[in-house]
């Protein structure tokens, strides 16, 4: 998962560039259209409640070959991003991503208890995640994972990832249920005897949900997670897309440019009329008519300044920052209509070095601009704006 550290630049300009690491990010939709995010601890050292998808680096022992730095396969959507993505998402909000083998459903079929052993196992790294499925009965939904965009650190800044986006639809009309005692036919202990997982559950009152029909303000506790002795993250929200929208333009939450920037692209067509907590929930057959618009205008052939766009599921995006200032730092070059000195233009249209030297054919977005101010804390007064209304027009190629 690209995290605020992730973004902070080198202080001296690296003669060599640190190769991107792949890892894998899922926007995960509720079954009443709200977009989960994870939020950091507040008592982090850096980039405190910084918001963010789960996600995280693809792992050979768990999700099986990454393609080498010098393959175009490298940053494009495959196997091993795909279980990664699923994987992560587990780890870190305990919503598993996996169909029942038996009637192909979303599986449900695990206690709290058991589910969370499993959870901690795998982050861990005393069992593998397939190996785990297997013995629950389950396979990683991967073919529900509709991709959307990739996005690559640029290159000052030393930790970098090369990120592929996914979408994932929760079933409509499922809830938010527990299983709060360890079931009869899928007990870690009952199945396997042999297997100590060598892990306490100090959360055993506390559900995670294998899906969400929360209310928009309802708060999923996560069972703490601990890597490298620190904490991650301390709760999981489902929100409205345009209530995430809201809350990062009042500063009152810190997203990053591409989570600003996809969730934006979201807002207008899942829930957009749920705006407060005592905004009625659409229908089922509403919800699914929401979901049925956005998949048309993801799919749909978009054209810029006479050419056309790439689609979402192929465009690969290194946020470039136009002038002479880097990405993070706070001085910039005031560059575009109405941005001041502060004010960083990032244009989206780029796949970043690595990817060019393999492919050119790859590309990403021209029609949008992404403005911030990068502060101690983060990057703040994020917006997206169309590149006419910030470049002026006939700017479809610089």
Request: hydrophobic content about 30%; overall charge positive.
């Amino acid at each position: 998962m690209s995290t605020p550290a992730d973004h902070t630049p080198y202080k001296k300009p690296s003669k060599t560039l640190s190769v991107p690491r792949p890892s894998s990010s899922v926007l995960l939709i509720s079954p009443t259209n709200q977009i989960l995010f994870l939020r950091r601890v507040q008592t982090s050292s850096s980039f405190a409640s910084a918001h963010v998808f789960p996600g995280g680096a693809l792992s050979s022992t768990h999700d099986g070959a990454i393609p080498p730095p010098d393959s175009p396969e490298r940053h494009q959507d495959g196997p091993a991003y795909r279980l990664a993505a699923i994987r992560e998402t587990f780890e870190e909000c305990g919503i598993l991503l996996a169909r029942n083998k038996k009637t192909g459903k979303l599986f449900t079929e695990i206690s709290d208890v058991d589910r969370e052993e499993g959870r901690k196992a795998v982050h861990a790294g005393r069992v593998r995640f397939g190996e785990l499925l297997v013995r629950w009965g389950c396979e990683a939904d991967v073919e529900s994972l509709i991709p959307f965009t990739r996005w690559i650190t640029p290159a000052n800044v030393p930790k970098r990832f090369s990120t592929q986006m996914y979408i994932y639809f929760l079933p409509l009309g499922s809830g938010s249920g527990t299983r709060n005692t360890a079931s009869d036919t899928h007990s870690t202990s009952a199945n396997n005897p042999n297997t100590n997982y060598n892990t306490s559950n100090t959360n055993e009152g506390k559900s995670t949900p294998p899906s969400s029909g929360l209310s928009p303000d309802a708060e999923v506790i996560i069972p703490t997670p601990t890597h490298d002795g620190g904490i991650e993250h301390t709760a999981a929200r489902f929100l409205p897309a345009n209530k995430w929208i809201d809350l990062a333009r009042q500063n009152r939450i810190i997203l990053f440019p591409p989570q600003f920037f996809l969730t934006l692209l979201l807002s207008p067509y899942l829930s957009p009329t749920v705006t407060s907590p005592s905004s009625p929930i659409p229908n089922p057959a509403a919800l699914q008519l929401e979901r049925d618009r956005l998949l048309a205008y993801l799919r749909t052939p978009r054209f810029y300044d006479g050419e056309e766009e790439v689609s979402f599921a192929d465009a690969c995006i290194s946020p470039t920052v136009l002038g002479k200032g880097e990405y993070g730092q706070r001085d910039q070059d005031g560059v575009g209509r109405g941005v001041d000195k502060y004010t960083a233009v990032l244009t989206l249209e780029k796949p970043g070095q690595e990817v060019e030297a393999l492919d050119t054919r790859r590309r990403g977005l021209r029609a949008w601009v992404v403005t911030t101010k990068f502060k101690k804390e983060g990057p703040r007064d994020v917006d997206v704006r169309r590149r006419e209304d910030v470049l002026g027009p006939g700017t479809g190629k610089l």
